[in-house]
């Protein structure tokens, strides 16, 4: 089993520019997060989904979109990237909402 | 608000020198605390899940314990490969972040030197 793969792992964009950071998970989880980890800050929940067709907000939502059209993937979107975006983002999974298995991350800088 | 704070920010020991790493917690109705370990430029690797007040758990050096207000994080005998920084989370039955959110603390950096 890969767990949750996250790409692509580096990102430099240039502000204004919007992109796509990808999750897919290969656990039948049904529970999907996204989180930033920022310097001083510790990580935040930026949007969920507990199952296909589902989405909520986190924390700090503001400036991104997500979609669950399939239970193994969990795009995040970044409408139009500002440097305040500069951040670690982290894909989660669980089952039952416990237990989270996090991504690598995708290292994402904002120009 | 649920909030969590980690103390120390930051550790150094020597190998085999015991200690504890805290996290206090404020939430409103504990759904679960957990305990991950993250390596530089990796993403965390989760470790425990406490449920509730008087609940210990371990795993090789590492044991974790919980009381209503806080839990600790004992490293026992450590070696240098047990460097990492240790996050701790809590869920909320009624996170305002949703009942997915995990609210994390900021870490605390532990460093064993040989």
């Known amino acids: 089993n890969a767990g949750v793969t996250q790409t692509p792992k580096f990102q430099v964009l240039k502000t204004g520019q919007s992109m796509t950071l990808q999750c897919a998970q290969d656990m039948n989880h049904e529970y999907m997060s996204w989180y930033r980890q920022d310097p001083g800050m510790g990580l935040r929940l930026i949007h969920y989904?507990?199952?296909?067709?589902?989405?909520d907000q986190g924390e700090v939502p503001n400036g991104y979109n997500v979609s669950r059209s399939t239970t193994e993937d969990f795009p995040l979107r970044l409408l139009s990237a500002a440097p305040s975006q500069t951040s670690v983002y982290f894909c989660a999974s669980s089952r039952g909402g416990l237990g989270y298995t996090f991504g690598s991350g995708t290292r994402l800088t904002v120009v | 608000e649920d909030q969590v704070t980690q103390s120390p920010e930051a550790l150094r020991l020597q190998e085999g020198e015991s200690s504890s790493l805290n996290c206090s917690y404020t939430v409103s109705g504990l759904r679960g605390l957990f305990w991950y370990r993250q390596d530089p430029g990796k993403g965390p690797e989760f470790l425990f899940t406490?449920?509730?007040a008087g609940e210990e758990k371990e795993k090789e050096r590492l044991k974790a314990t919980l009381t209503k207000k806080e839990s600790f994080l004992h490293i026992t005998a450590p070696k240098p490969e047990d460097s990492a920084t240790y996050l701790c989370a809590v869920q909320s039955l009624y996170s305002g972040g949703g009942a997915d959110g995990l609210t994390f603390g900021k870490g605390t950096h532990l460093i064993i030197q040989p």
């Open positions: 406490l449920y509730s």
């Open positions: 989904s507990v199952g296909a067709g589902i989405t």
